[in-house]
């Protein structure tokens, strides 16, 4: 059974930092791209970042040059730390498995002073 654990969203202020982690278990995670994704209220969800088996990653132009994305095959874990955060960033954002329907049940990140 697919599972994606999301965790490390919270409250910043605009200009702070966060670092979000998903724990994947269920399938073999070393060999799959693994997104994130995020969903802002109104707004469909997006994806944000992505990360090969290799470790090629593609990102939003919206995130660009802020955000990093990561990940520990060893811990089948994706990581997406989040730099000069901004409102508009404000979102529940989830990790998935490129091509797989399966999603985890989010972290709220709230960006506001």
């Known amino acids: 059974q697919v599972q994606l654990v999301e965790s490390g969203g919270g409250l910043v202020q605009p200009g702070g930092s966060l670092r979000l982690s998903c724990a994947a278990s269920g399938f073999t995670f070393s060999i799959y791209t693994m997104d994130w994704h995020r969903q802002a209220p109104g707004k469909q969800r997006e994806l944000v970042a992505g990360i090969t088996s290799g470790g090629t990653t593609n990102y939003a132009d919206s995130v660009k040059g802020r955000f990093t994305i990561s990940r520990d095959n060893a811990k089948s874990s994706v990581y997406l730390q989040m730099n000069s955060l901004k409102p508009e960033d404000t979102a529940v954002y989830y990790c998935?498995?490129?091509?797989?329907?399966?999603w985890g049940q989010g972290t709220q990140v709230t960006v506001s002073s």
């Open positions: 998935k498995r490129r091509g797989y329907s399966s």
